[in-house]
Nanobody
């Protein structure tokens, strides 16, 4: 019983910035990794960035140096700061969180948000 809700999407001009947020709620003891994925029209969903519970981050080559992922464990929230946006960044952005099935479990369950649309256009 975990829900993820994204916010912050919208229309922005090339070179502009947006900050996406994803808040997890429900029955949460801990969250392992949290990440952002995106799906452009006619394309498959791909990884954008991920942050572990310890704060280690990984980025897709296409966003390295422009996007920053972070998390606030006290709020069970992950953020994606997007700078220098390009038209090719246009996509629906999805939040994902990996949680243990139960306390102490090594089995991880993936939870997904419903997505938020980011459109980069002049």
């Amino acid at each position: 019983q975990v829900q993820l809700v994204e916010s912050g999407g919208g229309l922005v001009q090339p070179g502009g910035s947006l900050r996406l947020s994803c808040a997890a709620s429900g029955s949460i003891f801990s969250i392992n990794a949290m990440g952002w994925y995106r799906q452009a029209p006619g394309k498959q969903r791909v990884l954008v960035a991920v942050v572990t519970s310890g704060g280690s981050t990984t980025y897709a080559d296409s966003v390295e140096g422009r996007f920053t992922i972070s998390r606030d464990n006290a709020k069970n929230t992950v953020y994606l700061q997007m700078n220098s946006l390009k038209p090719e960044d246009t996509a629906v952005y999805y939040c994902k969180a990996d949680l243990p099935q139960s306390r102490g479990s090594r089995f991880v369950i993936n939870y997904w948000g419903k997505g938020t649309l980011v459109t980069v256009s002049s």
